[in-house]
């Protein structure tokens, strides 16, 4: 890649190294739900999803099956695959390339891409690898950090980390909540899990809500 | 249960990666349509309201409100506030931990 424009790459840096910071508490999450040191890295390193990853984390932790904690996850992943499509055009890649563009086809990447559509093509791609491998990087490093830091602490719920785990969950959803539909839709969900937890095998109550949400979608025509 | 641990781990790894190359391969088209994209906006928005609100109040199968409601308290006001995420989460943490280990 040859010179990067400085607006690009200040933008890349600020996003990947903001982003991958949250990486200590979904480590610290990962690990307060009975997963490994290892476990959690690998989930950072392979999976590198944040909202799939506290997903499955968080399903399996509550006493979930893997399937659903996967499903879950998996339902919470669909978002990348429509990002992939919108990136695909403008990164014009094959092969292996295609490849290592996909797995850090994220949020972030994306977001910070389409936001240099002003400063063109090169630096949209430039905005995507750059934000894709700083967010790889540093959401990794922090996901190790958290996973040791929570193991060192012993009990989740005397440091709060409990706690963290849906206050996480909170904060990359509350961003989302524009308007009515969508606060309405997170209320019901809400609700609707609490509600069948006692009833519905663990995992269910979280994934039938995904229901609740193609039904809103085909309400709402707009 | 760690067997599940690792099914968890390596089937959400396969299964991420896979929507997203899918993603870099499919025709544009195919998925552009805006029923899919609202739906897909909206997907996100419940399972996530559902994970808060089941790692907020529920132990295994049952409703149990304890210290973490407190957390979850201040996360709101935090957000209310504008917080940033790393604020969020910490006085969440902090809360918690406070009311757990007072009372």
Same mark, same amino acid.
């Given at each position: 890649? $040859?010179?990067?424009?400085? =607006? *690009? ?34 989930? $950072? ?7 799939? @990853? ?17 499903? !879950? ?25 295609? %490849?290592?563009? &996909?797995?850090? *086809? ?8 389409? $936001? @240099? ?38 009990? =989740? $719920? ?21 308007? !009515? ?5 997170? /209320? ?8 069948? *937890?006692? %009833? ?14 193609? /039904? ?7 | ?8 781990? /390596? ?31 909206? /997907? =996100? ?9 089941? @790692? ?27 917080? =940033? ?7 969440? &943490?902090? *809360? ?8």
């Amino acid at each position: 890649m $040859s010179r990067v424009s400085s =607006p *690009t790459f200040r933008d890349s840096l600020s996003v990947s190294f903001t982003v991958g910071a949250y990486g200590v508490a979904f480590g610290a999450a990962a690990v307060a739900n009975g997963f490994s040191v290892l476990q959690s890295c690998l989930l $950072s390193l392979l999976t590198f999803s944040g909202a799939s @990853q506290f997903a499955v984390v968080g399903v399996i932790g509550a006493g979930g099956s893997a399937i659903s904690g996967i499903a !879950t996850a998996s339902l919470l992943g669909i978002r990348n695959g429509l990002y992939g499509v919108l990136m695909a055009p403008i990164l014009q890649v094959r092969g292996f390339k295609r %490849f290592v563009a &996909a797995h850090i *086809t994220i949020d972030e990447s994306t977001g910070v891409s389409l $936001s @240099q559509e002003s400063r063109g093509l090169k630096a949209m791609r430039e905005g995507f690898w750059l934000t894709g491998f700083g967010v790889f990087l540093f959401w990794n490093l922090f996901t190790l950090a958290g996973a040791l830091g929570a193991k060192a602490m012993g009990d =989740p $719920s005397a440091w709060g980390l409990d706690a963290a785990v849906p206050a996480a969950f909170l904060g990359l959803v509350w961003p989302r909540l524009k308007n !009515t539909t969508d606060k309405t839709l997170a /209320i019901v969900a809400a609700i609707f899990a609490i509600a069948t *937890t006692p %009833f519905l095998p663990a995992g269910l109550p979280i994934i039938g809500t995904a229901l609740l949400a193609v /039904i809103a979608g085909l309400w709402v025509k707009k | 249960m760690s067997n599940a641990l690792w099914i968890g781990v /390596i089937g959400t790894s396969v299964i991420a990666f896979a929507l997203k190359f899918a993603g870099h391969s499919v025709p544009e088209k195919l998925l552009s349509h805006p029923l899919i994209k609202r739906i897909n906006l909206l /997907i =996100p928005i419940a399972l996530l309201s559902a994970l808060v609100a089941v @790692q907020s109040v529920t132990t295994k199968s049952s409703i149990v409100f304890d210290h973490r409601l407190a957390g979850l308290g201040a996360a709101i006001l935090a957000l209310f506030l504008k917080a =940033p995420f790393p604020i969020v989460v910490l006085s969440a &943490a902090i *809360t918690s931990a406070a009311v757990y280990n007072l009372f």
